[in-house]
């Protein structure tokens, strides 16, 4: 375990997280797919709403708090959690927050709008921008860049934390940690499996699973892009981590396995397997998944289960990684989806 985690803590980091994620048994949904799952509950983190990124963010506000920072810019869906949690942590650590969202997904309503994530960036105290386009993200961070510039012109100290694939990828470190953390709860496990969107997430843990010595499937279930695409994504990601952590890339192309099963219509959109998926967590077990990532992830595991994919009676590990604010701002959708009926 060594030398990948020491490689990791040279990094600066701000610490947001200060205890581990459980590991819960999920029984009624188990019976259900016929295999033992067990969910990894990133959902709580604990920072304004936890998920995911909140253990990615630790090494972004660590390298703007080494460059003396007092403001951070960040990038995003409208109804994007990566943005939320960015906004928690510039108000502990006493910084100013520009965010900037993205339109991603069409047809939306004015509760998507204003619910949800967009209401909990209002209420952090973040500056909000708006950008026209939904996938551009060499453009998203030019136009963060040319914000920062006229704070910088202002007398700020802005720091970026980018969206494109062609940066250091410093919030995987966050899932190289989780991958040692998850060691030490996951004996007997047979698959481990998770949304993948950025890519951070899926290549950080990947690679701290290969590099720590764990050699199961880790299964990554298309959020935003085809699994050709992603599978590149998280390929270069892994390629990128290596460099920076200047150690040998345990991860192999046959170590990236994509399911795009249930992306359509594309990001941020419902489809029944997704809707299903939500209605069945949270009736057979309590577990609230957001319509974004987890429940989609979850429909991709269903998916695996019923067609034999993932063998019966197998230990499969889901990483929930939160987003839940994101489900009041889907209200329309989920009545008429997974209540069947229109909101009154």
């Known amino acids: 375990m060594g030398s990948v985690i020491e490689a990791v803590a040279r990094f600066p980091r701000a610490p947001l997280l200060t205890w581990a994620t459980p590991l819960e048994l999920q029984p009624r949904l188990s019976e259900r797919l016929g295999i033992k799952l067990l969910v990894k509950r990133d959902d709580l983190t604990g920072l304004a709403f936890g998920g ?32 939320r949690v960015a906004a928690a942590a510039a108000a502990r650590f006493g910084m100013a927050c520009h965010i900037q969202l993205e339109e991603r997904v069409p047809d939306v309503d004015a509760v998507y709008r204003t619910s949800g994530n967009v209401l909990l960036d209002h209420l952090l105290g973040a500056t909000l921008h708006s950008y026209p386009v939904g996938e551009d993200e060499e453009g998203a961070d030019r136009r963060l860049a ?6 910088t012109s202002q007398g700020k100290r802005p720091y970026i934390i980018p969206l494109g694939a062609n940066h250091p990828p410093l919030g995987a470190l966050g899932y190289i ?9 996951m004996h007997g496990a047979d698959r481990l499996v998770l949304g993948s969107g950025s890519g951070h997430t899926h290549a950080g843990l990947l690679f701290g699973l290969r590099a720590l010595g764990w050699k199961g499937p880790v299964t990554g279930i298309c959020v935003r892009r085809a699994a050709t695409l992603q599978a590149q994504r998280v390929e270069s990601l892994c390629r990128r981590i290596a460099e920076m952590l200047e150690v040998a890339n345990p991860v192999t ?8 099963d249930v992306l359509s219509p594309g990001y941020g959109r419902l489809n029944d397997a997704v ?23 979850m429909a ?8 034999g994919r993932v063998a019966a009676g197998s230990t499969v590990i889901f990483l929930h990684t ?12 989920l009545h008429l989806k997974v209540m069947g009926r229109a909101p009154i």
């Open 52 to 83: 995911n990124k909140v253990r990615q963010l630790e090494f972004y506000f660590g390298k703007a708090q080494a460059a003396s920072a007092d403001t951070v810019l960040i990038t995003g869906a409208v109804q994007s959690n990566y943005v």
């Open 146 to 151: 040319e914000i920062a510039a006229d704070l």
């Open 177 to 185: 940690r989780c991958a040692a953390e998850l060691l030490e709860q």
């Open 253 to 260: 192309p046959d170590d990236i396995d994509l399911r795009d």
């Open 275 to 297: 809707a299903d998926a939500m209605r069945d967590s949270a009736r057979l077990d309590g577990l609230l998944l957001d319509p974004v990532y987890t429940a989609r992830a």
């Open 300 to 307: 991709g595991l269903f998916a695996l289960a019923a067609d």
């Open 322 to 333: 939160g987003g839940l604010p994101a489900i009041f701002g889907y209200a329309r959708d």
